[in-house]
C-alpha cells in the first residue's frame, strides 16, 4: 500500500469511491439499452451445429376457405397438401419443422405470427394458391428496411427482416428456376408476415402454363405439387447451408 493513500484524509477517499461508483452506474445504464437492442437483430450467419428451423404456414383453413380453384377445390386444401408434402421432404432431409396448422383448422394472421416468432424459425414460407397468372409468385413484405429496435411494434416487426426475408426469396427464386418453373417477384403487404422477426415470404402457386398461357398442369396435379416441393425444399437446404457458413 503507498504512503500516498495512507495520508489522504478519509473523506477524500470516500468522495473517489463514491465518484467511481456513480460513473459505473451511468456506463451500465447506458450500455444495458444498446446491448438489448444489438440482441434484437438479425443474426449472423451460425456454425454448423446451430438450430434449424423452418415454419411452414397453409394459409387459410376453416371458415376461411380462400380462393376457389379449378375442379372445385379450395385454396385451404391445396395449401395444406403442399405443407404436408414439403413438411415429409424438409424432414427428411434433417430439417426441423413447425406448421401453422395441420388440419382444416382456422388460424388467424396474429397466432400465425405467433408461432412464427416462438419457433425462433431461420426461415417461414406462408403457402397461398391462385388461379391467376402461371408458376409461382414469390411475395416479399412491402415494408421499408429498418434497424432493429429493442422493443419491435406488432405489425411491422418485419422491417427488420426485410434484408434477409430478399435474400431468402433469391435463393427460393434460383432452385424454383433450376427447375423449370416460371417465377413472378412482387412485394406487398402480407399481414402474418408483416409481424414475424424472421427471413419470411409468401409462395403463391398457380397452374403451370405454356408460351400460349394455356394450362399444361392444374393446382391439384400430383407430379405438379411434388416438383414444387422438391424445388422449395432444395432451396431450404441450399439456405440452411449459406446460413450455417462461418
Excluded at 470516500?14 to 438489448?36: D, H, K, M, V
Excluded at 438479425?42 to 380453384?69: C, E, I, M, Y
Amino acid at each position: 500500500m503507498s504512503e500516498g493513500l495512507l495520508t489522504r484524509p478519509r473523506s477524500t477517499v470516500c468522495e473517489c469511491a463514491i465518484r467511481g461508483f456513480y460513473i459505473a452506474s451511468l456506463l451500465a445504464f447506458f450500455t444495458t439499452p444498446l446491448q438489448s437492442a444489438l440482441a434484437q437483430a438479425p443474426p449472423a450467419p451460425a456454425g454448423p451445429s446451430a438450430r434449424f428451423v423452418v415454419v411452414l404456414d397453409a394459409a387459410h383453413g376453416g371458415n376461411d376457405t380462400g380462393a376457389q380453384l379449378a375442379n372445385g377445390k379450395q385454396e385451404k386444401a391445396l395449401t395444406l397438401a403442399l405443407s404436408v408434402r414439403l413438411r415429409s421432404l424438409l424432414g427428411a432431409r434433417g430439417i426441423q419443422v413447425v406448421t401453422t396448422r395441420e388440419s382444416d383448422a382456422a388460424i388467424d394472421s396474429n397466432r400465425r405470427a405467433e408461432i412464427a416468432n416462438h419457433a425462433d424459425a431461420q426461415a417461414c414460407l406462408s403457402i397461398h394458391a391462385s388461379e391467376s397468372g402461371g408458376g409461382i409468385h414469390i411475395f416479399m413484405s412491402s415494408l421499408a428496411p429498418k434497424q432493429p429496435a429493442h422493443w419491435a411494434a406488432w405489425k411491422t416487426a418485419q422491417a427488420a427482416w426485410v434484408t434477409r426475408s430478399t435474400a431468402l426469396a433469391g435463393e427460393v427464386n434460383s432452385a424454383l428456376l433450376h427447375a423449370g418453373f416460371n417465377v413472378t417477384l412482387g412485394r406487398t403487404t402480407l399481414p402474418a408476415i408483416d409481424s414475424m422477426t424472421c427471413p419470411a415470404i409468401a409462395i403463391e402457386v398457380a397452374p403451370e402454363r405454356d408460351a400460349n398461357h394455356g394450362v399444361t398442369a392444374e393446382l391439384d396435379d400430383q407430379d405438379y405439387q411434388a416438383r414444387i416441393a422438391t424445388a422449395l425444399a432444395a432451396a431450404l437446404v441450399s439456405w440452411r447451408s449459406e446460413a450455417h457458413q462461418p
